[in-house]
């Protein structure tokens, strides 16, 4: 199946359950339904943190950029702080294993003052309910002020220790996730994390990853900041 033949695939699928009512109100999460992937379970006590300064000098934040993210923000938080820093720019990294979008989305339009840049590096953890995607980015960007430059990284997920039937399934609502992220987002603002873990196959996949999922510290942590960083250096140069 050729990458034309995917996406309508995956927007059908999207179609379908909009026509269905899989999709609660307000894009609310329908815990009723099994999509493949299992249950999301308890994520809140998962590791946590904010790094940098979200306060406010002036009237403006005083990190340059802010990175939102779950467990792969946690496991990449240095190297993207780094590699924003390399350019002469400050970053502020609010990071949450586990955390699904929605969650992400009440603690960014929580900030009294919002950011210059935003990088919104979550979906992973909604491959449990893909249904609730689109609604999220909606209700994020109505929250926001048309000064702030929002970016999203797309997501990739087949977790190899599941049986194949799971590890399908995490394909299928990833794919689903991404539908989501490209069309309300537009191409420009999409950080195409899948299709740069895809660029070689499987080499490229096994290489960086350690389980399917995660970027493995070091190499895929960095490969996942610079892969960030491709998307983000045109709008910290317009700083």
């Not at 992937?37 to 308890?42: A, C, E, P, R, T």
């Not at 209700?139 to 929002?150: F, Q």
């Not at 997920?157 to 039937?165: C, E, I, K, L, V």
């Not at 070689?200 to 942590?221: E, F, Q, W």
């Amino acid at each position: 199946m050729n990458k034309g033949s995917i996406r309508m695939a995956l927007t059908g699928a999207l179609t379908l359950a909009l026509a269905t009512g899989l999709m609660g109100p307000a894009g609310a999460r329908n815990t009723a339904i099994d999509f493949g992937s299992g249950s999301i379970g308890d994520w809140t006590s998962q590791a946590n943190g904010t790094i940098g300064d979200v306060t406010v000098s002036d009237g403006d934040p005083v990190a340059d950029v802010f990175i939102v993210g779950d467990s792969l923000t946690t496991l990449g938080r240095s190297d993207i702080i780094a590699a924003v820093n390399a350019e002469g720019r400050s970053a502020a990294v609010n990071y949450w294993s586990g955390r699904p979008t929605a969650p992400a989305v009440n603690w960014v339009l929580s900030l009294t003052t919002k950011p210059k840049i935003l990088v919104m590096a979550t979906g992973t953890n909604d491959i449990f309910d893909p249904s609730v995607m689109s609604a999220q980015i909606t209700r994020l960007l109505a929250g926001l002020p048309s000064t702030t430059k929002v970016l999203w990284v797309d997501t990739h997920a087949s977790r190899w220790a599941r049986p194949a039937d799971v590890q399908v399934a995490d394909q299928r609502n990833s794919g689903w996730v991404n539908v989501q992220i490209h069309d309300k987002m537009g191409p420009a603002q999409v950080i195409p994390w899948s299709m740069w873990l895809q660029y070689r196959g499987p080499a490229y996949i096994t290489h960086y990853l350690s389980d399917g999922v995660h970027p493995k510290a070091g190499t895929g942590t960095a490969f996942w900041a610079e892969v960030i960083m491709k998307s983000l250096r045109p709008l910290l140069a317009q700083l």
